[in-house]
T-cell receptor
Framework: DTAVSQTPKYLVTQMGNDKSIKCEQNLGHDTMYWYKQDSKKFLKIMFSYNNKELIINETVPNRFSPKSPDKAHLNLHINSLELGDSAVYFC????????????FGPGTRLTVT | GQNIDQPTEMTATEGAIVQINCTYQ??????LFWYQQHAGEAPTFLSYNVLDGLEEKGRFSSFLSRSKGYSYLLLKELQMKDSASYLCATSGTYKYIFGTGTRLKVLA
C-alpha cells in the first residue's frame, strides 16, 4: 500500500498551459504539504494544509493554487505555466505540522517547454 | 528569520563513521529533522529532535543542542547504500525550512 501517492509522475507541457497534480495520503495524517525542488536540489515549501485549512503559504506566484477537498487529498493547480516552473514537485504529509516527520510522495517531474 | 547551514559534500569510506553537521537559526523552534534523499528519489524521514541530547536509531544517531543552534547526524558502519543527500530541516512558527543538503559519497 502506497502511503503518499501523487499523479502524474511525469508531466511535459508547453508554456501557457494549465495543469494539475494530484496527491493522496492513506496514513490518516492531519497535515499535507507541497514542495518544489529545483535543479540545484533545493527543497522549498510552497503550501501546507492542516485539517483542510491553509496554514503555510510561502511566497509563490498566485498562478499556483492548492486545493484540499478533504484531509487525505491536496491537489496543486498551476495556471499559465512558465519555463521557470520546471522542477520536481513533492507532496508530503505528517501527523501534525510542527512536531512530526514528513512522509513524501514519489514526486512529479514537471517539464515546461 | 530562519537559516540553515550544512556542508555541501562529504566523502567517507565503507565501514567508517561520519558526522554531518547542521547549524540553524529559527524563531519559535519546534524541532530539528533529518531526511535522507537518494538521487532521483523522494526524501525519507530519518529522525526528529526537540530536546537536547542524542537520539539513537540503529546505525543512525542525531544530536541536538538548542542553545548552540546545532545538530549533527552520525552514521556508523557506513554502507555503499548510504551514499545520498542528507537534509537538515527545522520547524518554527508557521515555518518549515530545509537546508540545501549534504551530499555524502561512500567509497569502497
Amino acid at each position: 500500500d502506497t502511503a503518499v501517492s501523487q499523479t502524474p509522475k511525469y508531466l511535459v507541457t508547453q508554456m501557457g498551459n494549465d495543469k494539475s497534480i494530484k496527491c493522496e495520503q492513506n496514513l490518516g495524517h492531519d497535515t499535507m504539504y507541497w514542495y518544489k525542488q529545483d535543479s540545484k536540489k533545493f527543497l522549498k515549501i510552497m503550501f501546507s494544509y492542516n485539517n483542510k485549512e491553509l496554514i503555510i503559504n510561502e511566497t509563490v506566484p498566485n498562478r499556483f493554487s492548492p486545493k484540499s477537498p478533504d484531509k487525505a487529498h491536496l491537489n496543486l493547480h498551476i495556471n499559465s505555466l512558465e519555463l521557470g516552473d520546471s522542477a520536481v514537485y513533492f507532496c508530503a504529509s505528517s501527523q501534525d505540522w510542527q512536531y512530526a516527520g514528513q512522509y513524501f510522495g514519489p514526486g512529479t517531474r514537471l517539464t515546461v517547454t | 528569520g530562519q537559516n540553515i547551514d550544512q556542508p555541501t559534500e562529504m566523502t567517507a569510506t565503507e565501514g567508517a563513521i561520519v558526522q554531518i553537521n547542521c547549524t540553524y537559526q529559527t524563531s519559535g523552534f519546534n524541532g530539528l529533522f533529518w531526511y535522507q534523499q537518494h538521487a532521483g528519489e523522494a526524501p525519507t524521514f530519518l529522525s526528529y529532535n526537540v530536546l537536547d541530547g542524542l537520539e539513537e536509531k540503529g546505525r543512525f544517531s542525531s544530536f541536538l543542542s538548542r542553545s548552540k543552534g546545532y545538530s549533527y547526524l552520525l552514521l556508523k558502519e557506513l554502507q555503499m547504500k548510504d551514499s545520498a543527500s542528507y537534509l537538515c530541516a527545522t520547524s518554527g512558527t508557521y515555518k518549515y525550512i530545509f537546508g540545501t543538503g549534504t551530499r555524502l559519497k561512500v567509497l569502497a
